[in-house]
């Protein structure tokens, strides 16, 4: 009995440690999941609901972005124009749009705001930068954790290099940007995030170096000619990643044959004992 219970533990604290093991990536592949289904769901709220005035939403959006322009440190003042959680949050989640970076392989949702809550599940507009709606004198800074074990989100942000694209999209208008500077800077550095009059930018900005969170890496990219449309399709989300795929089939089968050797009966079978211990049938 004391054998059986030493090795029902055993199996019990392998289970325990495969779950840990596999943590980041079930948790990953869920919040992945996640991203894509508020994405899938944008879409279809823009599909479904005709009577959205659309030009309303952006109007709203250019007319806070100009007044941006006129004040000083709006990254430090912008509460001065009042609230703006508002603007472009046509299906009352907050999400404003989306971002989709083909280089690393990422589509996040974009939220108002760079709150835990956010940044723990999504990419964030930090406050005071323009609302993503492009235009000259306008510069949207989007923000995403990196190195969380439960979602990608920007992790591989450093892997982009100068010429890289990404595109963001707000309704029915797809925005694609040309990365053209990447800067490592402290967080009080904020100079490369003001707003040019004469640029429409949006920067990716993370925490680096990767597990330190020391400096911000500012990846800025300049509005270009979109490419060639093609029809949403929902990105690698609900791929799901085969390792875990194997692991979560096979731990009911290794469970069940670990429980069947700790607690199969050891027969004691005397007969085949002096067979292989006495060959010859010689018996001191």
């Not at 020391?214 to 093609?230: D, P, T, W, Y």
Request: glycine share 6%; charged share 20%.
């Amino acid at each position: 009995m004391k054998k059986n219970k030493t090795t029902f533990f055993m199996v019990l604290f392998f289970f325990i440690g495969l779950m840990v093991l596999l943590y980041p990536s079930i948790s990953s592949y869920t919040n992945n999941k996640i991203q894509s289904k508020a994405v899938n769901k944008y879409e279809e709220l823009l599909k479904n609901i005709e009577e959205i005035d659309y030009e309303a939403y952006f109007k709203d959006a250019e007319e806070y972005n100009k007044k941006l322009v006129k004040i000083a440190n709006p990254l430090i003042s912008y509460k001065k124009l009042g609230s703006a959680k508002d603007i472009l949050n046509v299906s009352g989640t907050g999400m404003i749009g989306y971002i989709s970076i083909d280089k690393i392989k990422v589509e996040l949702p974009i939220y108002y705001g760079t709150s835990d809550e956010i940044l723990n599940i999504a990419s964030g507009l930090l406050e005071g930068s323009s609302f993503p709606v492009g235009g000259k004198g306008t510069h949207a800074v989007i923000s995403a954790h990196r190195g969380l074990p439960s979602s990608k989100l920007f992790t591989d942000l450093n892997k982009i290099e100068k010429g890289d694209t990404f595109v963001i999209k707000v309704f029915d208008k797809t925005m694609t940007y040309e990365v053209d500077q990447i800067l490592i800077v402290q967080p009080n550095e904020t100079d490369s995030l003001a707003i040019n009059p004469k640029e429409d930018y949006v920067t990716l900005m993370t925490c680096t170096p990767y597990g330190i969170n020391s400096h911000r890496l500012l990846v800025r990219g300049h509005r270009i000619e979109n490419a060639n449309a093609k029809a949403y399709v929902s990105t690698e989300a609900f791929k799901v990643n085969k390792l875990i795929v194997t692991s979560i089939a096979c731990m009911p089968i290794i469970f069940i044959w670990l429980i069947i050797v700790a607690f199969k009966p050891i027969k004691n079978n005397k007969k085949i004992y002096n067979k292989y211990v006495y060959p010859n049938g010689i018996k001191n």
